[in-house]
């Protein structure tokens, strides 16, 4: 746990189709499946509107104004991950901008989800590069403290295992131990299978009320209707 | 005040078409018209942009992580209502997604306000059901503690009786008494009739200085002009 | 520093072709040309999307909820300019509205870097008048006590004197003393004439490790790599 | 409600007796026996520990940065009471000092609840007179604009009316409405009686899961011992 | 990892002696013997002052607003245990007062560090029962979802597994993983037994920049000293 | 301004007699005396109670989690001097301990001022060492990167050249410009001296209203009395 100044070249990640068909399912469909956990806090936001992702965590402990480890945690890409990074003290800096993201994405990175600040938001845009981030900041950083790359991480307040699967959307970001992934998916599935269904029943006008048989228990809570 | 447990089924709604003329002025000519009071905290923001809406307002007072007062409220609601919603404790859980918005929407819903957060938020876009919320979050919430319904709350520092008129654009959130819609509506319409005299002297080049008859108080003030 | 109830009429304006030719390189980009410093505060957020622009500042102290000086400021500008405020006390207030944005683009204003509240921001990005604020709020405010207009100031963090240069998109906001803008020009422009390059290496899967020669110091650091 | 530029001189308090007797309970017990409604925000903090209070309201609307109407609300204290104040919008500023805190305690006040700033830290604590406040401030204010005294205002979240019963110690500040002030405080008490009864069989080693006979109910809902 | 409705009743709690040799080093030494990682946020502030405490965790995860975890991890509590508590999303709640302080302390626990709200924070300072919270809240919470006990949890941004050390003061909280703690006694004693020579030479008027031989660095970096 | 890598080691400094004699007046009474200008943001919290102190200002600017240029500071202090320091970007890091300050207080410190954390904060008050920070946090720093020393720097949104006055107590932190502080004084002198009348006459139960004539301005806006 949090070891300082090293890199894990291999890591378990989650199965890859699996963790690509989580992307569908959204992040507030997944987070219920998994049982309501694993959720990064809501300040983590989207720099995009409409992008909804999935890909297995590369993780990254950096130091305050210092990106050093983000070049390092490069030539551990491989497609289908998404980068996940944290910093050792709350820090707003800029620690990602269009040079890196070109990297990145060269790389076959699917996405950034940093508990810090970024810059070049509008080529990032322009380019497809997803981020979600706590800040946005023109502040660049230094290249002068080890951190370290693949270790477990708290960012956002979510412990995040390498491997394991990131879904990311504009409700937010949360994790999913690669242990759970084929569990969850399944889950998650069955879940939207009833949404369908449930949609139709309330857009025609059906109460959750009825649909959900609410009623007694609300009663026996002790719900009072007043005229 | 603060009854818990107790939905009002008949409420007195502020006059719908008084209601409805509200929109176009705006959150910024209403809360002018109305004295500047009734608005909410800024932390209140849309979820999408350039949407105006009023209605009257249905309210919901809700407990910390539970959402079972939003169904309930759901067959309170009439065309024209905008759904008002805060907890008794500050909460970021998303205690609205894309099924509530189907159920609200049929019942004539006209958006949603409230302190706390929503998710499904890509959807909610789609389906053009507006929401000015707290947080954005994946969280969902369990039905387990009574609230109520149709009580006088206060949201996001604002206090919104039932029946209350709410205007919301993407500059924020107001509430109109119901007493004092007609009032408010002829105020902020004689406002608005004058802005767009106002506007074309300024385009022209005319100095709000000279236009509001500014230089003199200014002077009496004491103000220094140096060279 | 920090005069009350004056108006500086005659300020130092930074060369206006250099001033202008900032915009293009952003503000991060001219952040670090000038050393990572001169950074207003990341809670500066535009209310538009995808613009970039500078000019020189015309800076305006105003009062908790009273926006008198944004008129007395109005007069002062310049084509090229931008105006920047800030208030002697943290105010959400909305200083700021499709009326004075009429005038202050009458006038040749380029933009608002407000650290307060701004409204009608739906109508200032019809009118294409683009705003950096630290909040948005239908609230108004008053017209009774006196600030100053053109005195330098400090505004989200940065300390902005007159005729500094300003450089705003949606990374940030910078301010670029007007002494040091020729400099920091040339030493931006030299920085952005490596991108290019960089851009194509790293597109073409060349790490930064390498591009940067990181790899030694890295290995001197201390950095492991563990299989 | 919400009312500019009047003073109700004509309040209807709390019984005194009443209003006196929920100081000894304490702003826990007191909110619980109301069933868990009235409380002010947690960022309500006193600048003084280990005081009690309680008294009946005098309310203050106030502008921002202008504490004008909290000389008009000192004349209309009467011993016994607590004065509440807060502002049409956020704002830090030091509205209140050891002036104003001799005038209020030379006509009866017990304490000041503010949404706003207060100065003079040191002095107030000297002089015995208890406040919360949502910030300490050395900022001063003007007196230009008028605000409203005795009407019904939000304070940091709690709907406050003239002469409602406040209770404010080291856990934060809950308001009683007048009309429920005498049954709030039979609840607070008969709450109040049971728990040194509590207090003694859970020093003894008693567990709350006994006590309380809480282990059907958890062995109900699912709960799993693991060895 | 975050397992709901389950509680581990043998945990593997780091050597008691260790952990208890730790407080006497404190947070900021600890921390520092750690390689500074391991630390809770910094808005974990203690509700008393002069406390310097550590012991073993026992760790339990809390629904919003609802404490009924708290009275299920009293039973596991051992002499030498702290508590450590957080709640699946932010909540300001007071989980914890007097009462179930009385419990935990006949249990033998030496201090709780919660990630919520706290109440009756009076008594708990009077009951010397230390406590280390996010927030001081009069409100109550109800006893109805599941959470669980003794599982690694997220507290504060700090990853806390079951039988950890936390070492708690003025300055903060640091969890020491139980199979780290002896070698970290090892390296903050050793920090420790440098301090008072330190300190003395420092007192006397040795710089730092000589104590430490900076000047060489520094000179190298470029530090330059204009006269 | 905002040069980097520079130690300034020739300094301006107030007069001593003058900036000694600001204490005694308070932060409050010498903000007042400034018109208002020149107050450091609220969150500049004393970690001790009940102390007031002024000095000069040694400044220093720091980079993100590196105290570096504090050890460098350090040598510049002379008997008198308030060292203040601030940070390129937020951060709440432990900038300053125990050893520090043994040194600061040994080369004649007052104070430290810092726009960031500090620790050791039993031991500092235990010093007499009093600090206005914006964070309390365990976490150290490291010694990397260059910041300066005596140059210019805005701290807490407030502008401090070296050699300016800062006077600090339990309501805040202010900058007197050195230029300004001869006649700072003798206005708060001034106003200091009209206080203890006014206290005696509110505390007899003379109204503010009456004493400072409030009656007919107030009439004059408008002000209603209903009863």
Chains 1, 2, 3, 4, 5, 6 share one sequence.
């Not at 399912?25 to 694993?38: D, I, K, P, Y």
């Not at 720099?47 to 551990?76: F, K, R, Y």
């Not at 699917?110 to 979600?132: H, Q, S, Y």
């Not at 080890?146 to 412990?159: E, F, M």
Request: with cysteine; aromatic share 6%; net charge neutral.
């Amino acid at each position: 746990m949090y070891e300082l100044g090293v890199v894990y070249r291999h890591i378990q990640r989650a199965d890859r189709a699996t963790a690509e068909a989580l992307a569908a399912l959204g992040s507030a469909t997944v987070h219920e499946a998994m049982g309501r956990v694993g959720l990064m806090k809501p300040y983590m936001r989207p720099i995009q509107t409409g992008v909804q992702v999935s890909g297995t965590a590369v993780t990254v402990l950096l130091q305050p104004g210092d990106n050093w480890m983000m070049h390092v945690a490069a030539e551990q890409i491989q497609p289908g991950d998404i980068v996940v990074a944290t910093v050792t003290a709350e820090c707003s800096d800029g620690y990602f901008g269009d040079l890196l993201a070109t990297s990145f994405q060269a790389r076959g990175a699917r996405a950034l989800i940093i508990e810090a600040g970024v810059r070049d938001v509008k080529t990032l845009k322009e380019m497809n590069f997803p981020v979600w981030s706590r800040y946005i900041s023109s502040k660049g950083t230094i290249k002068a403290t080890l951190g370290s790359v693949n270790i477990p991480i708290v960012c956002a307040g979510a412990y995040v295992t390498p491997g394991d699967v990131i879904v990311a959307d504009d409700d937010g970001v949360v994790c999913v131990p690669a242990a759970r992934a084929v569990e969850t998916l399944a889950a998650a599935q069955k879940r939207e299978s009833f949404e369908g269904e449930k949609r139709e029943k309330l857009a025609s006008g059906v109460l959750g009320l009825d649909m959900y048989k609410m009623r007694e228990p609300l009663a026996a809570a002790g719900l009072r209707y007043i005229d």
